[in-house]
């Protein structure tokens, strides 16, 4: 929280927030273990970390979401987020999670962490409801 009140900042450089989120880590458990599910998420989260190093700052608040502030323009960031999201995937593809991410353009979008949070998360909520239209579609 610390680090995004700094982002949201007027006088700020301008900076993304991002959240990737994990989805059907249930049915990963009910099928393989709760410590399976862990790993898994332990082996996704040190990718990410790795991946968003040396421009993003990584934090994983919640078991199925990472977190990532990068002081860069979103065009700056867009390759970056485009590559973890591959990556992420074909990583969980054998556990048939779901990965989706939001983001947030700060300050532009939000004036305190909490506004940066929702602006975020409601991106995430629309990439989840695509990526599943997306997979009724194709059957």
Same mark, same amino acid.
Do not use: W
């Given at each position: 929280?610390? *680090? ?5 900042? &007027? ?14 880590? /249930? /049915? *990963?458990?009910?099928? *393989? ?7 898994? $998420? @332990? ?9 968003? !190093? ?6 994983? &608040? #919640?078991? !199925?979401?990472?977190?990532? =502030? ?8 867009? &390759? $970056?987020?485009? %590559?973890? @999201? =591959?990556?992420? !995937? !074909? ?7 779901? =990965? ?6 700060? &300050? @532009?979008?939000? /004036? ?10 409601? %991106?995430?909520?629309? @990439?989840?409801?695509?990526? #599943? ?7």
């Amino acid at each position: 929280m610390v *680090h995004l009140a700094e982002a949201v900042e &007027p006088e700020s450089e301008p900076s993304v927030f991002v959240v990737f989120g994990l989805g059907g880590l /249930d /049915d *990963h458990e009910l099928a *393989h273990g709760l410590e399976a599910t862990n790993d898994l $998420i @332990a082996r996704l989260a040190d990718d990410f970390a790795r991946m968003v !190093r040396p421009e993003g700052v990584c934090y994983a &608040p #919640r078991r !199925r979401e990472f977190c990532a =502030i990068f002081e860069l323009s979103v065009v700056e960031v867009s &390759p $970056i987020l485009a %590559n973890a @999201a =591959i990556t992420l !995937r !074909r990583e969980s593809a054998l556990a048939e999670l779901l =990965i989706a991410f939001g983001l947030a353009v700060l &300050p @532009a979008q939000a /004036d305190d962490p909490l506004a940066a949070l929702r602006v975020a998360d409601g %991106n995430l909520v629309q @990439a989840r409801k695509t990526q #599943r239209r997306n997979r009724a579609a194709l059957g």
